[in-house]
């Protein structure tokens, strides 16, 4: 009765076709149709969707994570980008405030400048009549000049400020012994004697100092 079903494959010895049994213990093979068939599509199907979502997950998050990424690298450039144009403008305000330092500066120079001009000018000017006047005015030697100068006219203030001078003189020798005397450079009879001298001689200066001054006297009041 099977072969009859079949169309004879079985009388003919031919192989019936394969509807998915498993005859005997011989390997199961796919269905190509039928209930069985759909479900086994059908659940191919959900597998494929399954796949499709987790790879559309997958694609998400790897889609935030870049835009992530980008947004902290973008974060990250815009507050390198503002600190390093604060910098610049600091820097900016801080050579402005230099070129104003800098030209104030270079105009005190030039004023400066000038009054040295003027200065110089002004020292030519009295070099030149410093020369000339020289020029006019050559004559002795400047000691001459001073003795010229300090020089008495009479004979009797001449003789006066010779006695001074000489008093002086006499002072000083005095002065000067009595140092030696204490530096251990002279014996003290020495310096007695010296001293001696000097002043005997220093007695007689003042008297004629003293006999000049009167006749001084007597000659302003006449």
């Known amino acids: 009765g099977i072969n009859a079903e079949y169309g004879g494959y079985g009388a003919a010895g031919g192989t019936p076709p394969n509807i998915g049994w498993n005859l005997g213990g011989t390997q199961q093979q796919p269905q190509t149709s039928g209930a069985g068939y759909a479900n086994?599509?059908?659940?191919?199907?959900?597998?494929?969707?399954?796949?499709e979502d987790?790879?559309?997950?997958?694609?998400?998050?790897?889609?935030?994570?870049?835009?992530?990424?980008?947004?902290?690298?973008?974060?990250?450039?815009?507050?390198?980008y503002e600190a390093e144009m604060t910098a610049v403008r600091q820097q900016e305000q801080?050579?402005?405030?230099?070129k104003e330092q800098i030209s104030e500066i270079l105009a005190n120079i030039e004023t400066e400048k000038?009054?040295?001009?003027?200065?110089?000018?002004?020292?030519?000017?009295k070099d030149g009549e410093l020369r000339?006047?020289?020029?006019?005015?050559?004559?002795?030697?400047?000691e001459d000049q001073v003795d010229q100068q300090i020089e008495p006219k009479t004979t009797l203030f001449k003789q006066y400020l010779n006695l001074c001078a000489e008093e002086s003189a006499l002072d000083d020798g005095i002065y000067y012994l009595a140092e030696a005397l204490r530096n251990g450079v002279i014996e003290i009879q020495v310096f007695l004697k010296h001293v001696r001298s000097l002043a005997r001689k220093k007695f007689m200066v003042r008297a004629l100092i003293n006999k000049v001054k009167e006749t001084i006297n007597k000659c302003e009041v006449k």
């Open 54 to 80: 987790t790879q559309e997950v997958i694609k998400s998050s790897m889609v935030s994570k870049i835009e992530h990424d980008l947004k902290q690298r973008y974060q990250m450039f815009i507050s390198r």
């Open 94 to 98: 801080e050579l402005l405030a230099g």
């Open 132 to 142: 000339e006047f020289l020029s006019q005015h050559e004559r002795a030697s400047e």
């Open 114 to 125: 000038m009054k040295i001009r003027d200065t110089i000018e002004l020292f030519k000017s």
């Open 40 to 51: 086994q599509q059908q659940q191919q199907g959900g597998g494929t969707l399954q796949r």
